[in-house]
């Protein structure tokens, strides 16, 4: 069954000639309309359940586990992480590896006001970069314009803690150095 102005076949229409709109009698005419079988068993009326005289279509027990899927969903699929804003010019200046015990790479950190970063390591690879933070997140570029990102975890005048910083996947805690001389790498 379907309800006043559903555009309808020509002969269940108020004027049959009409084109299908609303302004011309091109709409279903209501004494046209007729409830069969199928509309009635298409209402499930045997799944609702009685209560007092009133219909309804979700137990109380079902009801529940709604809910507490629900609740479970919006627990788990909320970040515990908040983004949080981390100006440039608080990362500039050079960085160490605290603990340097079991790390290869990434030894030594150098940011530059101008965009440039310098990381350098204990194999004698020195790496070039430009850098951008976005809210809490470090993206660098390479020569190759290969893209690295590395969520910070917090900075302050002391510390810099990596939750990842590039392949490896682990918490880096760097120790900022002296800060003089920072302005640019490159002229």
């Known amino acids: ?79 515990n992480r908040v983004k949080s804003y981390i100006d440039s ?29 310098i990381v350098d390591n204990k194999i004698d690879t020195v790496m070039y970069f430009r850098y951008k933070i976005i809210n809490d997140t470090l993206c660098l570029r390479d020569i190759d314009n290969r893209i690295t990102i590395g969520v910070i975890n917090s900075l302050n005048s002391c510390e810099l803690l990596f939750d990842n910083f590039r392949e490896y996947k682990m918490k880096y805690i760097r120790v900022k150095m002296d800060t003089k001389r920072f302005g640019q790498l490159f002229c």
Not at 89 to 107: F, K, P, R
Request: a positive charge.
């Open 89 to 117: 010019n608080q990362i500039v200046g050079c960085w160490h590896l605290e603990d340097e015990s079991g790390a290869l790479c990434y030894n030594q950190l150098t940011f530059y006001k101008d965009s440039t970063a």
């Open 1 to 79: 069954m379907s309800p006043r102005n559903t555009l309808v076949d020509p002969k269940y229409q108020y004027n049959p000639k009409a084109k299908p709109d609303s302004r011309n009698g091109g709409t279903l005419n209501p004494a046209k309309r007729k409830v069969t079988q199928e509309d009635i068993d298409n209402l499930k009326i045997n799944k609702l359940h009685f209560k007092d005289g009133k219909a309804y279509s979700v137990t109380p027990l079902k009801f529940l586990m709604a809910l507490l899927l629900w609740i479970f969903f919006l627990a788990y699929s909320c970040s």
